[in-house]
């Protein structure tokens, strides 16, 4: 986790970890003009916070609203704090304010088309697991949205997810919600992806480790159970859809419930944690993210976070997808899922497209998403749309 530290000119004392207390992601800082405060932007979930860290006292100001994403940010010498910001409707505003937060003018708008097309409206989400943590996920209601009304759920279980608009065509987002499907990014934690920091450091962590999917399935669920609750989703329509460290989450998840319609997973990581051992290369960080643990000194945990160990647990329809040119052990985890379920008699189909990386580009993302629209709308028969 990055922190900001001070180092002394002339005592010759150690760097001192100014950022300890407030226990997140550094991603910028810099100094005001009197040397008296660091600004600096963090994550605290699926917000990009501005503060302001007072030198005399190490107190702490959050000075931009929870839900926006400000970042980057610049101060000038005349005592303007400037940003640019995106929520669940805009993205990249430049937007400035006094050096405490006041006084804030929005001063251009970089993507105004936005405010023209239909888009679902995004929203935070917050719930409570069984640990009795706080876990903050987006989402995206369908277009037309009606109170009242059910709809059936998209999970996008990619971690870290942060409330900006959701247009990349390769995760969860906003065409979807234009086919009329409520889109959820619970922000899960994972045992593969314990190592990004969203939150605090033992936020973080406690996913470390086998330990790591039963937390990754708390936080899920408690998100999902408080849509259900909420009357928006329809629990017997919901599905999983992920790509990258999603798809691998997606892949986990499949093995420990049978509450999802079907799942689509694209290019899944680490579907086999000792293959990522033996065959990754330079890609292969599985003892990092086990505590320098190799496959000898404790085989139960790579068994236990591979998919491929517990295919016999799984029931939801599948379509897997990856491109052959992707890098390290994509393509062979992909067939090793594949052929596992093929072999257990499961609903499978496996997508491989030639000359394609890590994100479809081309013909070939057409025709990736005409099929997996196809395979969602077969388990989850949305109604189309309606625009009011």
């Not at 005592?79 to 304010?97: H, N, R």
Request: aromatic share 10%; charged share 20%.
């Amino acid at each position: 986790m990055s922190a900001v530290f001070l180092v002394s000119r002339t005592s010759g004392e150690p760097p001192v970890n100014v950022t300890s207390s407030l226990d997140r992601d550094v991603s910028l800082f810099s100094w005001a003009p009197d040397g008296n405060f660091i600004f600096l932007s963090y994550q605290d979930g699926p917000s990009i916070s501005i503060g302001r860290l007072a030198i005399k006292d190490l107190t702490m100001q959050r000075l931009t609203n929870l839900g926006k994403v400000c970042d980057p940010f610049a101060i000038s010498r005349s005592g303007k704090l400037i940003w640019t910001q995106s929520d669940g409707s805009s993205l990249a505003v430049f937007v400035e304010s006094d050096f405490d937060g006041r006084d804030v003018q929005q001063l251009v708008d970089l993507n105004p088309q936005l405010k023209e097309w239909i888009l679902g409206t995004q929203e935070l989400v917050a719930s409570t697991n069984s640990r009795g943590e706080e876990v903050r996920g987006v989402l995206i209601k369908p277009v037309g949205f009606e109170e009242g009304k059910t709809y059936p759920l998209i999970v996008d279980p990619y971690p870290g997810a942060i409330n900006r608009p959701k247009l990349d065509p390769m995760f969860g987002n906003q065409a979807f919600s234009s086919r009329g499907y409520a889109v959820f990014f619970p922000n899960a934690r994972t045992a593969h992806t314990w190592e990004n920091p969203f939150m605090g450091t033992a936020f973080n962590e406690a996913a470390r480790g086998p330990k790591g999917v039963d937390i990754m399935m708390d936080d899920l669920m408690a998100g999902v159970d408080t849509l259900i609750r909420r009357g928006i989703v329809d629990p017997s329509r919901m599905c999983l859809y992920g790509f990258s460290n999603g798809g691998g989450a997606t892949n986990q998840i499949i093995t420990r419930t049978s509450r999802f319609a079907c799942a689509v997973s694209a290019s899944g990581v680490l579907i086999d944690w000792p293959l990522s051992f033996y065959l990754g290369g330079e890609d292969a960080n599985t003892p990092t993210l086990l505590g320098e643990l190799a496959p000898w000194d404790d085989p139960g945990a790579y068994v236990a976070l591979s998919p491929i160990y517990h295919l016999n647990r799984v029931t939801t329809p599948l379509l897997l997808a990856v491109g052959d040119d992707e890098r390290g052990v994509l393509v062979l985890y992909n067939i090793e899922m594949y052929n596992g379920l093929r072999y257990l008699g499961k609903n499978v189909t496996l997508l491989r497209y030639p000359h394609q990386v890590h994100g479809f580009t081309g013909d070939a993302l057409k025709d990736y998403w005409q099929r997996a629209n196809s395979f969602l709308d077969v388990y989850l028969r949305p109604e189309p749309a309606t625009v009011k």
